[in-house]
């Protein structure tokens, strides 16, 4: 089991900024993939960011230069630095973790998600 602890979410003006932290913790060894997902009101959840083995980044579209996904492996934390943010982004943020477990079983697990409201 992996465990999933969100942070950093907020009400948050046009234009400004948040960064939002997921710390992991259990059997992360299993894990090659985390990433971020947010599901708007109405709305599918969708990606945002992913990082898979460590390096490999993957942006939606919609936050492509604005987004900045990273990792501390050290405090087994991912993040998500969110500049220029637009209403549009409001949204519940979920972390999300993937990976398999001996090879073939999938393992796919969500963290409770921070809540991110963009407006004036």
């Known amino acids: 089991q992996v465990h999933l602890v969100e942070s950093g979410g907020g009400l948050v003006q046009p234009g400004g900024s948040l960064r939002l932290s997921c710390v992991a913790s259990?059997?992360?060894?299993?894990?090659?993939?985390m990433g971020w997902y947010r599901q708007a009101p109405g709305k599918q959840r969708e990606l945002v960011a992913a990082?898979?083995?460590?390096?490999?980044?993957n942006y939606a579209d919609s936050v492509k230069g604005r987004c900045t996904i990273s990792r501390d492996n050290a405090k087994n934390t991912i993040y998500l630095q969110m500049n220029s943010l637009k209403p549009e982004d409001t949204a519940v943020y979920y972390c999300?973790?993937?990976?398999?477990?001996?090879?073939?079983?999938?393992?796919?697990?969500w963290g409770q998600g921070s809540q991110v409201t963009v407006s004036s």
């Open positions: 259990g059997s992360i060894f299993n894990i090659n993939v």
């Open positions: 990082l898979k083995d460590g390096s490999n980044t």
């Open positions: 999300n973790a993937k990976g398999k477990l001996m090879g073939t079983i999938i393992l796919d697990y």
